[in-house]
Nanobody
Framework: VQLQASGGGLVQAGNSLKLSCAAS????????KGWFRQAPGKEREFVAS????????YYADSVKGRFTISRDNAKNAVYLQMDNLKPEDTAVYYC????????????????WGQGTLVTVSS
């Protein structure tokens, strides 16, 4: 499956953005879906994930209460609503899938596809 993230941009702190991720195959719906991010000079880190059914979600502590992950299986898409953005949220955001579930370790996620840059100014 190929993944393409979009929706990034430059926003001021406190504002919102919604990222989208489109998948190339309908088998996308069978996998857990997640968002990760990589800030300049740092390793890629987990942000949020949802189960294949969408019933369960999981968030990094740093974004809990501010970000919301959702999916639309009919559109082979997953979204990340980001509210109350902070400068430390600045990063390239990637979507991915896992056959092992929404709490899979990073090594079990992939492919990654092209990310989308989010820049939050103070």
């Amino acid at each position: 499956v190929q993944l393409q993230a979009s929706g990034g941009g430059l926003v001021q702190a406190g504002n919102s953005l919604k990222l989208s991720c489109a998948a190339s195959e309908s088998t996308f719906i069978n996998y857990a879906k997640g968002w990760f991010r990589q800030a300049p000079g740092k390793e890629r880190e987990f942000v949020a994930s949802t189960s294949a059914s969408g019933v369960s979600t999981y968030y990094a502590d740093s974004v809990k209460g501010r970000f919301t992950i959702s999916r639309d299986n009919a559109k082979n898409a997953v979204y990340l609503q980001m509210d109350n953005l902070k400068p430390e949220d600045t990063a390239v955001y990637y979507c991915s899938v896992s056959r092992r579930g929404l709490r899979s370790p990073p090594d079990y996620w992939g492919p990654w596809g092209q990310g989308t840059l989010v820049t939050v100014s103070s």
